[in-house]
Antibody, heavy 117, light 106 residues
Framework: VQLKESGPGLVRPSETVSLTCSVS????????WSWVRQPPGERLEWIGY???????KYNPSFEGRVSISVDASKNQVSLKLTSVTFADTALYYC????????????WGQGAMVVVSS | TQLTQSPSFLSASVGDRVSITCRAS??????LAWYQHKPGEAPQLLIH???SLESWAPSRFSGSGSGTDFTLTISSLQPEDFATYFC?????????FGGGTKVEIK
């Protein structure tokens, strides 16, 4: 299974950033797909997950401005983060877990998002 | 659940035995994973459930601990082991990560 994140690279403050995770070599089905980010010099931060059914769970730190969805027909997982600020500058990863309370057995290489005016 | 990982930086020589610790702010049983991360690559799961070694990982890697205190040990450091290692707890949401340990060549 391979995961590859893609996104705009650069966004302006207050805008919405959209990222896509394309999954190859395996199915979206029956897995939990998470987004994780790492701001420069900081630790990894879990953003949330989507189950293949569309059920989601989010980190309260992002509640209200995050949306994670899945498109099984395209084998893709998407992240939308609204009202971005400079603090949202980070390397964004997608990762897979087989069950809800579980480690991530596959990660992507990450996509950098820079918030700048 | 907060994870405190130490040290944040480790300088060691090939052949050295090194240990990295991860302390949880509350009891997480054995719900802890360790990852290896090299620059520009995807992080790789190294150990799950505190001590279960992934099939790709060499036996020089081992994990131990339960409750709040965990350790990742590399029994004899090899050139390909120079990387950043981080822990993750999967006992409670939100999932959280340790701050990482960068292992560099002395």
């Amino acid at each position: 299974v391979q995961l590859k994140e893609s996104g705009p690279g650069l966004v302006r403050p207050s805008e919405t950033v959209s990222l896509t995770c394309s999954v190859s070599g395996g199915s979206i089905g029956a897995n939990y797909w998470s987004w994780v980010r790492q701001p420069p010099g900081e630790r990894l931060e879990w953003i949330g997950y989507v189950f293949y059914t569309g059920n989601t769970k989010y980190n309260p730190s992002f509640e209200g401005r995050v949306s994670i969805s899945v498109d099984a027909s395209k084998n893709q997982v998407s992240l939308k983060l609204t009202s971005v600020t400079f603090a949202d500058t980070a390397l964004y990863y997608c990762a897979r877990a087989r069950i809800a309370y579980d480690h991530f057995d596959h990660w992507g290489q990450g996509a950098m998002v820079v918030v700048s005016s | 659940t907060q994870l405190t990982q130490s040290p944040s930086f480790l300088s060691a020589s090939v052949g050295d035995r090194v240990s990295i610790t991860c302390r949880a702010s509350q009891d997480i049983n054995i719900y802890l994973a360790w990852y290896q991360h090299k620059p520009g690559e995807a992080p790789q799961l190294l150990i799950h459930s505190a001590s279960s070694l992934e099939s790709w990982a060499p036996s020089r890697f081992s994990g131990s601990g339960s409750g709040t205190d965990f350790t990742l040990t590399i029994s004899s450091l090899q050139p390909e082991d120079f990387a950043t290692y981080f822990c993750q707890q999967v006992a409670t949401y939100p999932l959280t990560f340790g701050g990482g340990t960068k292992v560099e060549i002395k």
